[in-house]
């Protein structure tokens, strides 16, 4: 049986040595710090690299291995000046490992260098498909072990949240991936992995060695169940800031009450948040934009220079979590088509009795997840709401209950009916100016708005039953030459100066959010709506009306149009027909950028027309533009209409070398959203779009990205997301899971983020203008 055995293992090996090939061969002496049943990726020997290991824009280098005596290992060396530094290892014919079965990639790994590491793992198989996930690596400690889930049962689970903690027991790193990236791959055929960074703000070293693929242990089909307690918080797992009982809750928020009480805003701020020792400019009684010795600036009331650094999305909406129960009644998912705010920022949604009385239990995988929910008769029961439709998720619409608010009324108790939100406001005011922020952003409770304590941001969205042009990520993209969408525009803003009432607190007005404009990098993702919208029928579009008219009037005959565009349309009338055109010369692409402009101009007209209407002293913000939906046709309608350009930045590092075009643009700019997360010392599951190794680490990162914002001319502020965690169980509209807030889902600030707010802040006028003198 002995020798059986050793034979059958021979022969695997053979298999295995046969498809790896070349100088990835298997070293039976690296094997033998590899468990039995696992599969080498790499052999790292001597000095040379392994064929099919290659730099992308990264210094690599076999060095001692700091765990294996005589053993080797791969240095990594990110450069901070490259996006997507890293390195790739790619094998003469793809690796098979489905012997394994349900199996996981392993390495072990050490940061050998100053900063953490978000490190970003894609792996792909013959066919294409590729599934990228991410983890962070600190600073020095002993080698770690992270893994990659390659196959496995826990990859089919749809939970409604980003990212799911390990499906067995392990003291391994997971590496996590948002809700589109946990997918299976054809582990008969992987075809390359590749470890990067993405833009990162210094050089950052890795030691990396033991690459292997090893089957999964046991799935515990329970692995979901029971992972969130009465608070919202991770039940399975320990961390500083946890919450064990509502007396502890309650104690906690009296003391910090007690300390805010002591509070008084930053000796250098005026009234409004601006620099009360700086130079002071015209008063207008409204937030304006200034160039003010080279650099843009914000404008106070009362005429002191005002950089907007502040939190966005203080409010309730997006604090509930999905249950897993729903209700036959119909009536509870009747949407108003008049309605001017989306599902996911509007306010809770109460259900009747009568439609409680028709509950069910749609998704027991949901269910299953919370150690307690409120019977319908608690107290506590007030903060179920129900959503009508979600983005994301296992359930389509259903209940939801937020234990941030829950907690809320926990924390300060019922005095009357939503007496702990107005307590909730008036403390997280104060904490804002204790912070020394000098804002709300984006999606501030309209609580906020008369308060007169400290400034915000108005918002509002433009949807309706306008027609369209193309998809897009969040919604599709709407046809702004459509007079439905005017009305909707109109009406949108309308709404915000109710709310608004001409307040001086008001900075300016955001309308709409990270809309697919199209992204530079290929013909297709830029002119996207341009191409869309050729497809249209002029007689059922509106913008592909528009465009035809641009074109007859830029071409005059039919011929003309065909010769450049290597079409051969047979009059006018067939272009207001869907059109295809194949040409990618110069000359399609200087029509298809000016169609493309002339979209974005008149969207951005629109908005900027209705705002004015109601509000013609506050400034538009803009719509807040995402890299992966922008191009240099919307930035010129930006600048064009808006009075502030505003960009989310998700990235660890601002780098100057990305938005040199600002010089062109040479326009007021403002950072609408960035953030950075942790899980190692939170008990969430997913960190958010920027991996920090830990809350300190965090803070450092926070602290860094904002003193770049400032050190740039033309940014006037910058606006972390958001002032709360996600769900722990993922936020009702996508699953959003995040340690992202400022203070946790039991409104406890995280300290290393508050010290480092204080530190920020204390300095930063001085750092932005501390060269310009009070005049």
Known sequence: MKYKIIRYWIRFLARVLAVVGGNLLIAAATAATIPSSSIPVITLEGEALPVGVTANKAKLALVPSPQRPGGRALEVSFDAKASNSGVTIKPPQSWDWSALGDCHLAFDVVNTGDYSVDLIAVIGDKSGASTTRRVSIPVGGR????????????????????????AWPTHETQFVGGKRDLKQLDAAQIASINLHTDVIAHDKRLVLENFRVVPNPGFDPNFLVGICDEFGQNAKVEFPIKVHSAAELKARAEAELAELAKSKPMADRSKWGGWKNGPRLKATGYFRTEKVQGKWSLVDPDGYLYFANGIANVRMANTPTMTGVDFHEPTVRAVDPEDLTPEDSKGFIQTSAEARNTRFIISELRNKMFTWLPAYDDPLAAHYSYERSVHLGPVAHGESFSFYEANLERRYGRTGPGSYLAKWRDVTADRMLDWGFTCLGNWADPSFYHLDKIPYFANGW??????TVSSGLWAPMPDPFDPEFVRRAKLTLKAVAAEVQDSPWCVGVFVDNEKSWGKTGSFESQYVIVISALNLSAAESPTKAEFVRILNQKYGTIEALNKVWETSLPSWEALTKGVTVTARNDAVRADFSAMLLAYCNEYFRVVRDALREVLPHHLYMGVRMAGWGMNPEVVAAAKKYTDVVSYNHYKEGFREADWTFLKEVDMPS???EFHMGATSDTGMFHPGLIYAADQADRARMFKKYVEAVADNPYFVGAHWFQYTDSP???????????NIGFVSNTDIPYPEMVKAAKELNSGLYKRRFGELKAK
């Open 670 to 672: 403002i950072i609408g």
């Open 728 to 738: 722990l169980t993922g936020r009702t509209h996508d699953g959003e899971a995040y």
């Open 462 to 467: 433009i949807i309706g039953n306008y027609k």
């Open 143 to 166: 080698p770690r072990t992270c893994f990659f889930v390659i196959k496995g049962p826990e990859l089919l689970v749809d939970s409604g949240q980003a990212n799911n903690p390990p």
